[in-house]
Structures are given as C-alpha cells and as structure tokens.
Nanobody, 125 residues
Framework: QVQLVESGGGLVQAGGSLRLSCAAS????????MGWFRQAPGKEREFVAG????????YYADSVKGRFTISRDNAKNTVYLQMNSLKPEDTAVYYC??????????????????WGQGTQVTVSS
C-alpha cells in the first residue's frame, strides 16, 4: 500500500549538516503519520523523530532534540529530516517509516507498518 525510499545520507564531519528525504509512493501518503528511526551496528533500532498526518505536530528523541527537524510535504509525498550539529554518535542507518495511527508520540517500531530500505549516515570526528 505504501512504499518508502530514503535518500540524502552520506559522510559528514562532526558539527556538519545533512538533510534526509523519504519519498512515498501512492496517493494515500497524507493518511499516515511518519517517523524516522535509526540503527547503529550492534544496537536496536531507535526512534528519532515523528510527525502527524497534517505536519502540525512533531516530536523527537531527547538525543536529537534541538538539532534535528522533521517536516513533510504531502503534495510531494515526501518527508524530510534536517540534521544539524551532527555528532559521531549519530552514525547509523536511518529509516523512514509510516504509521496508520493518529495518536501522538508514536515511538515504537511496532507502531509503524511500512519501512524504507535505509540510508547510511556517517559522522566523523
């Protein structure tokens, strides 16, 4: 029903910035809340940022609050993650995900039905 493709990852120095994009297929993108997760080697996939159907509500993990910004453009079927002041501990594969739930604070993997393939973000010291 929904296919997601991430892009924008790469190698950046600590303190630098990257913007990730997630392109969704289909006509029902606006029906889903969207989220970004990340997974570092040897660690569990963790929540990074979430955004409501309308884009009017956003929420973040404490580790990225004040540095990352999630946004969406429903007309373009795209969600973004602007990452500023990047730290080496931000290094991970970043995944875009879609959730059918309309409630706030969707932070668990099992609350999302559709996932992208991931894009690698590497932050050097």
């Amino acid at each position: 029903q929904v296919q997601l493709v991430e892009s924008g990852g790469g190698l950046v120095q600590a303190g630098g910035s990257l913007r990730l994009s997630c392109a969704a297929s289909g006509r029902t993108f606006s029906s889903y809340a969207m989220g970004w997760f990340r997974q570092a080697p040897g660690k569990e996939r963790e929540f990074v940022a979430g955004i409501s159907w309308s884009g009017g509500s956003t929420y973040y993990a404490d580790s990225v609050k004040g540095r990352f910004t999630i946004s969406r453009d429903n007309a373009k079927n795209t969600v973004y993650l602007q990452m500023n002041s990047l730290k080496p501990e931000d290094t991970a594969v970043y995944y875009c995900a879609a959730s059918p739930y309309g409630s706030h604070w969707l932070t668990r993997v099992r609350e999302y039905d559709y996932w992208g393939q991931g894009t690698q973000v590497t932050v050097s010291s």
